[in-house]
């Protein structure tokens, strides 16, 4: 079992920056991804970026350039760095960590990040 708890979302200006943290605690060994989604009222979930234990890294192209994904796999713990913030990346940021030899998968709880234009 894997429990995720992120942190650091909030309302910012567009033009301006968050960083988001997402712990991960509980049992797991292997190599794994982790990663954030975000779901917009009335839009379906989808994947903003992510990175893996290797450090293999995927961007949705609407954030290329303005989001960064690191992680530290000593603390656990996944980071998204949002720049240049526009109103259309409001929404609810869901921290994802998935194994990737059984494929379980694992979400936190969200965390709201308001971009006010």
């Known amino acids: 079992q894997v429990h995720l708890v992120e942190s650091g979302g909030g309302l910012v200006q567009a033009g301006g920056s968050l960083r988001l943290s997402c712990v991960a605690s509980?049992?797991?060994?292997?190599?794994?991804?982790m990663g954030w989604y975000r779901q917009a009222p009335g839009k379906q979930r989808e994947l903003v970026a992510s990175?893996?234990?290797?450090?293999?890294?995927n961007y949705a192209d609407s954030v290329k350039g303005r989001f960064a994904i690191s992680r530290d796999n000593v603390k656990s713990t996944v980071y998204l760095q949002m720049s240049s913030l526009k109103p259309e990346d409001t929404a609810i940021y869901y921290c994802?960590?998935?194994?990737?030899?059984?494929?379980?998968?694992?979400w936190g709880q969200g965390t709201q990040v308001t971009v006010s234009s």
């Open positions: 994802h960590h998935r194994l990737l030899v059984s494929n379980r998968e694992y």
């Open positions: 509980g049992s797991f060994f292997g190599p794994n991804a």
């Open positions: 990175i893996t234990s290797g450090g293999n890294t």
